[in-house]
């Protein structure tokens, strides 16, 4: 692995580990100040603020015993490559106590050792089929993700 790889790859470690536990601010200082972490399930969040915030009253409101695992991690320095393996016990109500785990990748523009843009691809009606959600709710999320997804393309 080159120096460049090496350097994202410890970022990415700092900022999993600490959205792992929890700690919203030791995840947001990952980012330049006005980063962007585009989530999978909960959009974009713009800036320090909203990235902890993001943490605090999105990831743990809803699920516990994160466990987050990162592989082939490439980056030249300017932009960086991760797959990941991220699995959660879910508390959101008529899903609580299920085990979800999902596969992914992610993208991550940097500028000056720090991230500037955050992205993920995964498969969401993966996740939402392990909490036991009804068929017509997954197909809800899915098209209205989808739609997101036209109208970003633009």
């Not at 713009?46 to 605090?56: F, H, K, L, P, T």
């Not at 106590?97 to 523009?109: L, N, T």
């Given at each position: 692995?080159?120096d460049a790889s090496n350097r994202f790859r410890a970022?990415?470690?700092?900022?999993?580990?600490?959205?792992?536990?929890?700690?919203?601010?030791?995840?947001?200082?990952?980012?330049?100040?006005?980063?962007?972490?585009?989530?999978?399930?909960?959009?974009?969040?713009?800036?320090?603020?909203?990235?902890?915030?993001?943490?605090?009253?999105?990831?743990?409101?809803?699920?516990?015993?994160?466990?987050?695992?990162?592989?082939?991690?490439?980056?030249?320095?300017?932009?960086?490559?991760?797959?990941?393996?991220?699995?959660y016990v879910s508390k959101i109500p008529g899903s609580?106590?299920?085990?979800?785990?999902?596969?992914?990748?992610?993208?991550?523009?940097?500028?000056?050792?720090?991230?500037?843009?955050?992205?993920?691809?995964?498969?969401?009606?993966?996740?939402?089929?392990?909490?036991?959600?009804?068929?017509?709710?997954?197909?809800?999320?899915?098209?209205?993700?989808?739609?997101?997804?036209?109208?970003?393309?633009?």
């Amino acid at each position: 692995m080159n120096d460049a790889s090496n350097r994202f790859r410890a970022l990415l470690e700092r900022m999993t580990r600490a959205i792992c536990r929890g700690d919203g601010a030791a995840a947001a200082n990952c980012f330049v100040p006005e980063g962007v972490y585009h989530d999978g399930f909960y959009g974009e969040f713009r800036g320090r603020a909203a990235i902890r915030g993001m943490v605090e009253q999105h990831f743990h409101a809803n699920a516990r015993d994160f466990s987050w695992i990162l592989s082939d991690v490439l980056s030249d320095g300017r932009l960086g490559y991760a797959r990941y393996g991220f699995n959660y016990v879910s508390k959101i109500p008529g899903s609580e106590g299920k085990r979800v785990f999902f596969a992914g990748i992610c993208q991550a523009q940097l500028e000056d050792g720090l991230i500037a843009h955050y992205g993920e691809v995964f498969d969401r009606g993966v996740a939402l089929v392990q909490m036991n959600f009804a068929p017509e709710r997954i197909a809800k999320s899915l098209a209205r993700w989808a739609q997101a997804e036209k109208e970003a393309r633009k």
